[in-house]
């Protein structure tokens, strides 16, 4: 059993994933922000879905159409195979825990 | 997008059973618990793995060989098909919110 608010990276000046789960089907990470977000130029373009849910902190996410999707602790969102995104912004004060579940 | 933690049940005398996600890869489910547990001769023997995780409240899994697991909030637990278990106490105080991922 582990604690997804525990062992925290001591960098902080990195984000950090971690596989929580990992199978043919479906892989389940931890992520870990502190302030981050994706290079300007950076969109992420998956061949996997991925659905997101913040557990503490927050995260901004943009999609390349312009939405911008604010998650709170609680909040989820599915983010479907090849729809570009990136994150604009993680909370700076504390520590941004993502759940993620990447799934084909 | 939604919130984990809002848009809890009402009825608080039963459990509550909700599809984030479903798709034929997984199924992401949130589970809200006011105290229930499993029936005394009722064992989860299920054809999918469960990687369950806590977000609020607390509960406790038995397991066949007798194994108890409590997880609070953060605390997760990848339950492997065929592996039967049973909760055997949720928080009679507070709502207990799982999140539940099941995947073959």
């Known amino acids: 059993m582990i604690n997804v608010f525990e ?8 984000e950090h994933f971690q596989d929580i789960v990992k199978s043919d089907a479906v892989r389940i990470e931890r992520i870990v922000s502190h302030g981050q977000s994706s290079p300007e130029e950076g969109w992420y373009d998956q061949d996997e879905h991925e ?6 902190g ?3 996410l943009e999609f390349d159409c312009g939405k911008l999707c604010q998650l709170k602790p609680g909040d989820c969102f599915l983010i479907e195979a090849g729809r570009k995104h990136r994150v604009v912004e993680t909370s700076p004060k504390e520590a941004t825990v993502w759940l993620a579940v990447f799934y084909r």
């Open 51 to 56: 659905w997101v849910l913040v557990l503490s």
């Open 7 to 14: 062992n925290l990276p001591e960098n902080t000046e990195l």
């Open 58 to 60: 927050y995260g901004v």
